[in-house]
């Protein structure tokens, strides 16, 4: 008798073996995903502002130039990140952070102030004006010298007397420094000299815009 069935009864049954074998694993074997190598994230970096708000973002003031309007905006983001709803622990308001002295001096509500973006920029374009006024023989006696290695010029001289009054101001340059009053939170003139020297403020006139 021939034994020719029995080898290929054995044939067929090893392929059955192995073909039930492969299909389970391919039924249970999981996908592999291969995802490239990233650079892990940076943490997020906030602005130190000078009051006790809790900021959400970071603000970050695109390069405008030197002249009134990149001065105005590199003042308004170190006193405020350039945000007009802002009311820091001291009181103080709005994009410039005026205070309430201030606000009654320029004749602005008070009120409608920090609802108003535009009445902000005309009280602060009224407010430097007003300072260049009072401070022009020191503008024209001291721009250009240097006191305890700090160079003076119109636009610190005006971002001066925004931090601590023109009467601080005046103070520091006829003491050649030996007199420098600073804010609340440390900040003092020397330091809004050095920061916000050499602008060109000769945009800035008494026109409306």
Partial sequence: MKKYPVYIFGLIAILLLVYSYTGLENETREPVVFIPDRPA???AVFPKWKDSMTQTAQVKIPFVGKDFVGFKEA??????????????????MGKYQFGAGTLRQLRINRKDFLRNPRLQEEAFRRYVLHNRKYLKKEIQRFSGKYIRGVKITESGILAAAHLAGAGAVKRFLYSHGRESARDA??????????RFADYDLSSLTNERR
């Fill in 41 to 43: 994230p940076k943490p």
């Fill in 75 to 92: 003042l308004a983001f170190n006193e405020s990140g350039g945000r007009y709803d802002v009311v820091n622990s001291l009181g103080f």
């Fill in 185 to 194: 939170y440390g900040t003092r003139i020397e330091d809004y000299l050095r």
